[in-house]
């Protein structure tokens, strides 16, 4: 295996593996919809520079927890497809390091959101 990367190639290989996530996981492509969908509404409801970042880092955080997910999920796989206990549990935790970056999403959501929508909906 070749051992050195120019940085270019470094890139390259980082962006195949956004690719290789985004062709092979629904819910990246689900948590990939739902940014689109987030980032169209904060033009629409005109956010604070603050809230923007919030938002950002929110939806950073959901797309980067599903990809070390599935980094995660395809080394155990790689290892063994047979039931392990460890397996089970490496698979669990990088499955709730998602769901909590999901909650966190929520709550975030909400605070940001909700009002702006209802005031929005009642203009
Ligand atoms: N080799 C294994 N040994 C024991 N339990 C396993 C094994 N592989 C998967 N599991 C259990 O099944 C669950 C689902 O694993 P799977 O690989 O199907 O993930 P997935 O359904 O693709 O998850 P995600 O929806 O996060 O992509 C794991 O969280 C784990 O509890």
Redesign the pocket.
């Given at each position: 295996m070749k051992k050195t990367r120019s940085l270019g190639e470094s890139f390259l290989c980082a962006l195949a593996g956004v690719v290789y996530a985004f062709k092979t996981?629904?819910?990246i492509k689900i948590h990939f919809f739902a940014a689109i969908i987030v980032v169209l509404l904060s033009f629409l409801l005109k956010l604070s520079i603050s809230e923007i970042l919030a938002i950002s880092l929110t939806v950073t955080m959901v797309l980067v927890a599903?990809m070390i997910?599935?980094a995660i999920?395809t080394v155990?796989?790689m290892y063994?497809?047979?039931?392990?206990?460890?397996?089970?549990a490496a698979?669990?935790v990088?499955?709730g390091a998602?769901l909590i970056s999901a909650v966190n999403a929520v709550i975030v959501g909400y605070i940001v959101f909700f009002k702006k929508i209802i005031m929005f909906l009642n203009m």
């Amino acid at each position: 295996m070749k051992k050195t990367r120019s940085l270019g190639e470094s890139f390259l290989c980082a962006l195949a593996g956004v690719v290789y996530a985004f062709k092979t996981q629904r819910n990246i492509k689900i948590h990939f919809f739902a940014a689109i969908i987030v980032v169209l509404l904060s033009f629409l409801l005109k956010l604070s520079i603050s809230e923007i970042l919030a938002i950002s880092l929110t939806v950073t955080m959901v797309l980067v927890a599903e990809m070390i997910n599935t980094a995660i999920e395809t080394v155990v796989d790689m290892y063994t497809t047979e039931y392990h206990p460890l397996a089970k549990a490496a698979k669990n935790v990088a499955a709730g390091a998602v769901l909590i970056s999901a909650v966190n999403a929520v709550i975030v959501g909400y605070i940001v959101f909700f009002k702006k929508i209802i005031m929005f909906l009642n203009m």
